[in-house]
């Protein structure tokens, strides 16, 4: 033991097998004497692991440990959810063979752990106090990007898929995304969500991204309409597949949606 | 025959294929009906005649064809005995008589012309065809000799996902302070598991050995996956004397619990169902079916594995068919094999 006054570790476990965490919850403590930690909490997927994080301080965890193979959200998906967040935990992959994804992590130097886990490259791994891990090293494992936004309610997390969202629309601190269903809170920002899936998503307003395949038309607004919160300025109006309502398009952003209309 | 199709490799002379097996019948009334059609064109300059010839040919070349089916059929077991040179001298007895009987009843009713030379050429004929089978079947079964086949077989049932592997160590570990027992018998189970995978599986085992393994299996893939498996068995219905190829259920089993299970969010049901009708032995195993896995690429190498392996076994005397039914959300694999039990082997 060195004298060092450093608070524990704070590691999070997430593997949906119940052997595989007490494993390395065993593995933890007998390394407990050489690199002090403390496992703050356990999840069984990718899902859980976002609710525990969203029940804790964003600083509460500094490290997952992350299985790959999970139900609902894998962990892939996990760390991809992790990567735009400002504050997440560092995560370190576990895995119990797999040729492909253990070679593409060795190319983007992302940190691992092979299953069955010996404590003392589990010491080596935590030692080396693995930075976050970056979207741009999870472009390589999952070229196709996030396939989920998460909404937050109240502790439960919702995965909404990209593919059912028609548009986003940024209200007051938060983003809300409208599916055919319902509307979700996101917590994240516009500009980040427009720079990620511009591909998925055309910029219609200041405030709005609507589904690029969700357009169906555009309407004259009715004269002095009041809904424009730009007091007056849209002039059009976005029709969508399977939406009522109608979504005002800036001045700025005509352009582009007619070019959009007209390339159909 | 318990083991795979293969004769003494000692026996000199040709090989003879097993008459009473449906796919050497498919295979000689194609090449019968085949030779037919060359000689029908080879005879003919007019186009316009070929159907009438063919008709005509068909009249005097089936009914012989099919008695001598018949005949080496009844004959298989001895011809067997025999086995090289005596037995094929025995086909080709067995053909010509039926031939030169057919042609005496073809006389009779007219339709051939009544003299010497056109049963000698009717014989030369059937002994033609005969040799050429013979042939055929023979060098067939030097290209699935036994060791080549041995080979073949070894290298199909070589595989299990190493995920499976070293999933169930890692969990033999997380269980080994707190549950050492529970360790122990998965360390057993893992061990019997691996013997069988690692002898030769050539020869057909009893059900209830294919049923055994095949508990192991799940009892493994328990200790991981806890209460997210459940297994339900139908059995009952099957006699427990039936022989079936070796480790057949238990890659169909993985990927029950590797595509069906594994990636479910809540507990799903595998479900294995053994049944008899008549001659035949139905193997139905059917699991969840999680959206986007229908068709994965793992899933179809271990089906088309199973595939060559029951050909290797039973010739065309076996299916296997897979479906994904969407309505209910439900992954089956079907497998009939001919029904053989210990008994007789």
Not at chain 2, 16 to 42: E, H, K, S, Y
Request: with cysteine; glycine share 6%.
């Amino acid at each position: 033991m060195t004298g060092t006054i450093n608070p524990p570790l704070r590691l999070l476990i997430v593997d949906d097998e119940a052997p595989a965490r007490a494993r390395l919850r065993d593995l933890l403590g007998d390394i407990n004497g050489e690199l002090p930690n403390i496992v703050v909490g356990e999840a069984t997927d990718g899902v859980e692991a976002l609710e525990f994080l969203s029940r804790t301080p964003a600083t509460a965890v500094d490290i997952a440990l992350v299985d790959i193979r999970m139900p609902r959200l894998d962990g892939i998906g996990l760390a991809q959810q992790l990567a735009v967040r400002r504050e997440a935990p560092a995560v370190i992959f576990t895995t119990a063979y797999d040729e492909y994804a253990v070679r593409a992590f060795d190319l983007n130097a992302i940190d691992y752990l092979l299953k069955p886990v010996r404590a003392s490259r589990l010491l080596t791994a935590l030692n080396r106090l693995p930075r976050g891990t970056d979207a741009a090293a999870l472009r390589h494992l999952a070229p196709e990007g996030r396939t989920h936004l998460h909404s937050n309610e109240r502790g439960r997390i919702h995965l909404v898929p990209l593919t059912d969202i028609l548009f986003l629309r940024a209200e007051l601190k938060y983003v809300t995304a409208q599916t055919r269903e319902r509307e979700y809170l996101i917590e994240e920002s516009l500009s980040h969500l427009e720079e990620e899936f511009g591909e998925r998503f055309i910029r219609i307003h200041r405030n709005c991204l609507a589904a690029r395949n969700a357009i169906t038309g555009v309407e004259r607004a009715a004269s002095e309409s009041g809904d424009s919160p730009d007091g007056g300025e849209a002039r059009w109006m976005v029709l969508l597949r399977d939406f009522a309502g109608k979504l005002p398009v800036s001045r700025r952003q005509w352009s582009q949606v007619k070019a959009l209309l007209r390339e159909e | 025959m318990s083991s795979i199709r293969q004769n003494h490799p000692a026996s000199s002379g040709p090989r003879l294929p097993d008459f009473t097996n449906q796919g050497v019948w498919l295979r000689i009334l194609l090449g019968v009906n085949l030779l037919m059609l060359v000689a029908a064109l080879a005879a003919n300059q007019r186009f316009a005649a070929l159907p009438i010839e063919i008709l005509t040919l068909a009249g005097i070349v089936e009914l012989p064809l099919i008695a001598s089916l018949l005949l080496l059929y009844t004959l298989n077991k001895l011809l067997q005995h025999l086995s090289g040179m005596p037995g094929a001298l025995l086909v080709f007895g067995v053909t010509l008589l039926t031939t030169s009987t057919a042609y005496v009843f073809n006389m009779h009713l007219n339709t051939v012309a009544n003299d010497q030379g056109g049963l000698l050429r009717a014989l030369c004929w059937a002994a033609l065809i005969t040799g050429a089978l013979l042939w055929y079947f023979d060098t067939r079964q030097r290209q699935h000799s036994p060791a080549l086949a041995e080979a073949r077989l070894m290298a199909l049932t070589a595989r299990i996902r190493p995920h499976f592997l070293f999933n169930s160590l890692n969990a033999v570990l997380g269980v080994i302070r707190t549950e050492p027992r529970r360790a122990e018998e998965a360390l057993e189970e893992l061990s019997d598991l691996f013997r069988v995978l690692m002898r030769e599986n050539r020869e057909l085992v009893p059900l209830s050995e294919e049923i055994a393994l095949a508990r192991q299996y799940l009892s493994l893939e328990r200790l991981r996956l806890g209460e997210r498996l459940r297994v339900r068995w139908d059995i009952e219905s099957c006699p427990p004397d039936a022989l079936m190829p070796p480790l057949m259920l238990q890659p169909l089993l993985e990927n029950a619990v590797y595509h069906g299970i594994e990636p479910l969010g809540e507990p799903g049901e595998i479900a294995i169902v053994f049944s008899h009708h008549g001659d035949e032995l139905r193997i139905e195993i059917s699991n969840p079916c999680p959206p986007g896995a229908a068709t994965n690429h793992g899933n179809q190498m271990a089906l088309a594995n199973i595939r060559e392996r029951l050909m290797l076994f039973y010739d065309l005397e076996a299916r296997l068919d897979n479906i994904a039914e969407v309505d209910s959300g439900r992954y089956t694999v079907r497998i009939a094999i001919p029904y053989r039990h210990g008994a007789t082997q």
